[in-house]
């Protein structure tokens, strides 16, 4: 009855003459609570399609995403930046966030003072107007002297900055 959603007065009819096995599963979950228990943590920024696949609930479809997204950011710096993956929702990341970790020394970073307009737009984060925006304050400046200095631009706001601030350089 708690599988099968069967009308009342059919159940009746039935449950005299179904049979279960007396089965103890007791076994079955001590093993899979210890294996719960070896979590092996994944690291996003260097995990291969297959390490990625490992992790419960990640299939080649989520892993491919993962790794595209990464190849476009340069790197993830948190693990909250999995939410921007296609399709990946908080569910889905709720479910993987004790399986992954971010080691932040694999973020590919962008460096300011020598990057072309052509290259800078190409981040996820920054459009051609943003990007030339930046351009055209460091050329004016002569150079940047601190990442902070790209706040100058009207179209960088702080939360935009707070976002790319892990993949700039100088």
Known sequence: KKIFVIPDQLYALIKDSTFYPNKSF???????????????????NSASQEELESIPGIGSFYAKNIIKQRQRLGGFYKKEQLLEVWKFDSEKFDAIEKYVKVNVNEIQKIKLNSIKVEDLKSHPYLDWNKANSIIKIRDKKGGYKS???IKESVLIDEELFEKLKPYLSL
């Open 26 to 44: 007791s076994k079955e979950f001590k093993n899979e609570s210890k294996a719960e228990k070896q979590i092996i943590l994944v690291d996003i």
């Open 147 to 149: 990442i902070d200095e």
